[in-house]
């Protein structure tokens, strides 16, 4: 809930457009669009509002565990909060409807929407698990939430009091509060929200603030939250419901149920304090006999000039003086019916109430006299009526509470889900304050290898940083300011780290998805016989060693070798330009680069017999006849002058050991 200190509307109406302006600004740094628009609209204190009402989405299901049992009411939304275009609600609701196919989505407690076209700003997801029960704002743009939560974004050191950015829905770093209801079970709940110029006000049923004793009532920094020491009146009883400060700042009016304050008679319900020392005004008072009300509570305030609205149950609104408490106007139980919100807005006073007894949801009446100005709620439909209301920047008023329905300019009867946005008779006010929208995600920080002409070339992401290290194979690293590198040296890793400009320590890391660009195979080609040929990728090592059959190396600059000898097998291994240890392997599919290991025998005529054989490239040759003693041979033919039966070679060395061919 909002306060208004002040002669009313130029108080309220720098307020609510600064809250514009400065998340105008917020929403320039986040990168966002921003109208060159005027930042408000100016609504006239005499705006006529019409009758029926535009449909936005809503909310329902109010959480039947909600402290709102000691008031027996059913209301799903408790406050609004305007800040630039956006209509923030807080509440008991666990469900919000979309207006056009009544869809339901699980959502609890505090939701935005668009001041403009009353949609749900459904990826604005802050997550309570407890009712909202109040809104208000810093004076930076942050959302103030009160209630009766514990946990906020997964948080337990927000308990019922958080600043939320407006945007983002995080939660606010600096403004760090700790709201507590210590010796006992029951729950903690903060009322009340109300800030004035740098100053906080939160009421409630609570027992300590950040660690210090109070009694329901307290100020804090408005920007911190920070715990003022110099006001804590001793507030006693049950809850606090309501808190102002009069127009001046000399006083502050504390109301609800509770039964005493500083243990005075006279203090229940509504209570009157110095704001300098939060000690009682000497001979403020307001006689609660002056009307029939079985126990009454003091469920809201405001304040224009020296007029002090009080609103509670059972059942009544009055008009007293802010210096005195002497009653001004007083509308009693035969009147109205629960009045349970009073806000300033626009040179107007706003109630919200059951009502049933004039048959409006929400009054307007004249800030000076209490006069009744306008009854435009009648065609409204719901059960406990008005518990909180706003304006847009369009002029337009949006009322929450529990409401079912109401009237369009068609006259049928349109869903309402417990908030009503009601225009002037003229229409909306143009404006150019846009509505909140996603803060976009930071750029992932990615790099990536592609093949090039002499090597690889590696890109990433350009964070806006001075430079970036590059750091090929974690050795030396390189310093280069474009955002991608051509041709470098085709090494397995690389890894890319950001310095400057708020990004330094920044780093991605890719991998070669193939070591040397396209990958390091060889291959093997028959020449001829008695040759092979081998070749290989060239992936820009200094040089490569070459190893046949797991002999000897041989080191060649080339990518291919000419006619090698014909072994079974080849390694090739790279070294240098940081590619050291890259190897691959290939097979010749036939030993001897394709040759056949046949042995052929002849007969000369003159009692001999020639044996011959292919010469696939070993170091030498056993031929055993008739399976006697091995002959050797490095010769691939062999004359014997005795005829045996059968012959059969066996090569051996340059990896062709074992190798054997039969003839006879």
């Known amino acids: 809930m909002r306060g208004v200190g002040e002669a009313s509307t130029l108080r309220e109406m720098s307020r609510r ?39 936005t989405d809503g909310v329902g299901d109010p959480d039947p565990n909600a402290v709102t049992a000691l008031l027996a009411a059913d209301a799903a939304v408790w406050d609004i909060e305007v800040i630039g275009n956006t209509v923030y609600v807080g509440g008991t609701f666990t469900t919000v409807t979309e207006k056009w196919d009544l869809d339901r989505h ?20 802050p997550e309570f698990d407890g009712p909202v029960y109040s809104l208000d704002s810093t004076s930076d743009g942050n959302l103030l939430v009160g209630g009766e939560f514990k946990t906020v974004n997964g948080r ?43 100053r906080l006000y939160v009421a409630g049923n609570f027992n300590h603030v950040n660690g210090v004793r109070v009694y329901k009532a307290v100020r804090l920094d408005r920007g911190t939250g920070t715990l003022d020491p110099s006001f804590i009146p001793a507030v006693t009883g049950r809850t606090a419901y309501s808190i102002a400060e009069s127009a001046d700042g000399t006083r502050v009016h504390i109301g609800g149920q509770f039964s005493a304050v500083d243990a005075a008679p006279g203090t229940a319900y509504l209570a009157t304090v110095d ?32 007029n002090l609205f009080v609103a509670g149950s059972n059942d009544f609104w009055a008009m007293v003086s802010s210096t005195t408490g002497e009653t001004r106007r007083l509308v009693p139980q035969a009147e109205t019916q629960d009045p349970q919100v009073i806000e300033v807005l626009d040179g107007r006073v706003y109630i919200g109430c059951h009502c049933s007894k004039r048959g409006d949801w929400m009054s307007v009446v004249d800030p000076t006299t ?82 090039a002409a002499a090597g690889v070339k590696i890109s990433w992401t350009d964070l ?29 890793t690389y890894e890319v780290v950001a310095w400057g400009n708020n990004q330094s320590g920044k780093t991605s890391t890719c991998e070669n ?18 040759t092979a040929k081998v070749s290989w990728t060239d992936i820009g090592a200094r040089g490569y060693d070459v190893i046949e059959d797991g002999g000897t190396k041989r080191w060649t600059v080339q990518s291919s070798l000419l006619d090698p000898s014909p072994g079974a097998s080849y390694k090739i291994v790279s070294w240098g330009n940081g590619l050291s240890g890259q190897s691959t392997e ?79």
């Open 17 to 55: 457009y600064l809250r514009a302006v400065v998340l105008a600004v917020a929403t320039v740094a986040y990168g966002l669009s921003w109208s060159s628009a005027p930042v408000s609209a100016q609504i006239g204190a005499d705006q006529e509002l019409s009758p029926y009402i535009k449909v």
């Open 106 to 125: 699980a959502h609890s407690y505090l939701a935005a929407f668009d001041g403009s076209t009353g949609e749900w700003i459904d990826w604005w997801r």
């Open 156 to 198: 337990t050191d927000r308990a019922g009091l958080v600043a939320l950015d407006a945007v983002s829905a995080e939660v606010v770093p600096e403004f760090n509060t700790n709201v507590e209801r210590r010796w006992t079970d029951a729950p903690m709940v903060v009322r009340d929200l109300e800030t004035f110029d740098d």
């Open 275 to 306: 704001a300098s020392t939060a000690e009682l005004v000497p001979g403020w008072a307001w006689d609660f006999d002056t009307f029939c009300c079985k126990d009454p509570k003091v469920l809201a305030m405001a304040v224009v000039g020296d």
């Open 370 to 451: 209490g006069e009744h100005l306008e009854s435009f709620s009648s065609t409204w439909t719901g059960s406990d009526g008005g518990w909180a209301v706003g304006m847009a920047p369009d002029g337009c008023l949006w009322s929450g509470g529990a409401f079912t329905s109401g009237l369009r300019a068609e006259n049928d009867r349109v869903f309402a889900g417990s908030l009503i946005r009601s225009c002037p008779v003229s229409g909306p006010v143009a404006h150019g304050i846009p509505s909140i929208s996603p803060i976009p995600p930071e750029p992932g920080f990615e790099c990536q290898v592609e093949p």
């Open 464 to 492: 806006g940083a001075n430079g970036y290290d590059l750091i090929e194979d974690g050795g030396p690293k390189r310093w280069v300011r474009s955002v991608e590198a051509i041709d470098l040296s085709p090494g397995v």
């Open 513 to 530: 998805p193939a070591p040397g660009g396209d990958g390091f195979v060889c291959t093997v080609e028959r020449v001829d016989q008695q």
């Open 586 to 664: 290939c097979v010749n599919p036939d030993p001897g680069g394709g040759l056949q290991f046949v042995c052929t025998l002849a007969d000369p005529g003159d009692g001999t017999r020639i044996v011959s054989w292919t010469d696939i490239g070993a170091k030498g040759y056993d031929v055993l006849e008739d399976a006697e003693p091995k002959v050797w041979s490095r010769s691939t033919s062999l004359v014997d002058r005795t005829p045996g039966q059968s012959y059969e070679v066996v090569a051996w060395g340059n990896g062709y050991s074992g190798e054997r061919t039969t003839c006879g």
